[in-house]
Structure formats: structure tokens, C-alpha cells
């Protein structure tokens, strides 16, 4: 079955770190490029980070950067969100995506909520 | 690059035609794609490129446009069409803020 199952999210303190991780399956993962995308309650997808088929490349929205880092396990079919020094802005459902071609989105995961709060 | 989706509401009823409008600030070529997405769901990728329907989309779900204005329309709705859709353009994948369709 063509899928994507996240794990990792909860609650979490502002200033603290939590990892989330996405595993593929039914499809040849390492020649697809991966992404994550969240959603804050009540408004739109943003991305958030972009990661190439072999690893080798990524990239995060500037609201991210530096403080996220994504990475990939191609022997695991697994791809990670490390996020560091989170902030309240930072909640919201967080979507492991498949790369269309590298432009667009079209595998989504479940989701994940990830709350930062005190 | 900035995306506005009109109108942010549009109320139908089933078997009625639906017209999604989604408006780049500069030309992106047909570097758009369209989602649906139903409540407590992931998006679904409905359109890309502008105009080519992602695999397993049903026939009634059309995109077109290309610079800076493009349209989705859906030709006879279905009760599961009522649902937030959003644009998203390739440059930084960049998403609109949705238009949401409702039963009238």
C-alpha cells in the first residue's frame, strides 16, 4: 500500500526540541524527493522543508531555518524533522509529503499535532 | 510571489457548476496546482501544471489559466466536493488561503 505514516508529534515547551519522523512505504522512496508541510488551526498549508532524493539537498522556509533540520534514511524509507528552540508559532498539524516532480505535493501523510505551549 | 484565492467562501448545491478563482501577484507560467481538502484530512493534489488532472481524480475536476490568473472549476458537484481547496505555486511552494465550498 502507497503510504506515509508519521510519528513523533505532542506537546511540547517553547525553547525545547522534539523529532519527527515520517516512514514510507509501497513505493520506491529513494527517487522521489520528500517534504514537510504544516498547518496551523484554521488557516492554510505552509512548507516548511525540502529535501532531495539523495539527500544531499535541502531547504526551509525562512520562518524554519536554522532551527529546523530535515533529513532522510533512504535504507529505512524514513525521512526526520528535527525542530530545535521551538515557539508557540510552531503549532500545528505537521504533513510528511511526497515531491511531485519536486514542485508540487502529491502523497500526504495523516498529520501530526505538535503543540508548543507552557 | 504572493496567491489570492477568491471568493474565501462559495455556497452551491450538489449538481451545480463551481468556478475557484486563484490570482498570482506576477506571471508563474502554469506553475500552479490545486488541493482539496476535506475536514481532519491530509490535501489531496487535484491539478498540476495548471491543467493536468494527478492521478485518480475524477473527470469533472478541470483546471485552467496560465501568468497570473487561473481557474478551477468543477462541472456538477458531488456531495463530497464540498470542501476548503487550495492553490499552491512551485516557486517556494507557496499555497493560497483556501476558498471554502459549502452546501447552499
Known amino acids: 500500500q502507497v503510504r506515509l505514516v508519521e510519528s513523533g508529534g505532542g506537546v511540547v515547551q517553547p525553547g525545547r526540541s522534539l523529532r519527527l519522523s515520517c516512514t514510507a512505504s509501497g513505493f520506491p522512496f529513494s527517487t522521489y524527493t520528500m517534504h514537510w508541510v504544516r498547518q496551523a488551526p484554521g488557516k492554510g498549508p505552509e512548507w516548511v522543508s525540502f529535501i532531495s532524493s539523495d539527500g544531499r539537498d535541502t531547504y526551509s522556509a525562512d520562518s524554519v531555518r536554522a532551527r529546523f533540520t530535515m533529513s532522510r534514511d533512504n535504507s529505512r524509507q524514513k525521512v526526520h524533522l528535527q525542530m530545535n528552540s521551538l515557539k508557540s508559532d510552531d503549532t500545528a498539524v505537521y504533513f510528511c509529503a511526497r515531491g511531485h516532480g519536486g514542485y508540487y505535493f502529491d502523497l500526504w501523510g495523516q498529520g501530526l499535532l505538535v503543540t508548543v505551549s507552557s | 510571489i504572493v496567491l489570492a484565492q477568491s471568493p474565501a467562501t462559495l455556497s452551491l448545491s450538489p449538481g451545480d457548476r463551481a468556478t475557484l478563482s486563484c490570482r498570482a501577484s506576477q506571471n508563474i507560467k502554469n506553475q500552479l496546482a490545486w488541493y482539496q481538502q476535506r475536514l481532519g484530512q491530509a490535501p489531496r493534489l487535484l491539478i498540476y501544471d495548471a491543467s493536468s488532472r494527478a492521478t485518480g481524480i475524477p473527470a469533472r475536476f478541470s483546471g485552467s489559466g496560465s501568468g497570473t490568473d487561473f481557474t478551477l472549476t468543477i462541472s456538477s458537484l458531488e456531495p463530497e466536493d464540498f470542501a476548503l481547496y487550495y492553490c499552491?505555486?512551485?516557486?517556494?511552494?507557496?499555497f493560497g488561503h483556501g476558498t471554502k465550498l459549502e452546501i447552499k
Open positions: 499552491q505555486q512551485r516557486d517556494n511552494w507557496l
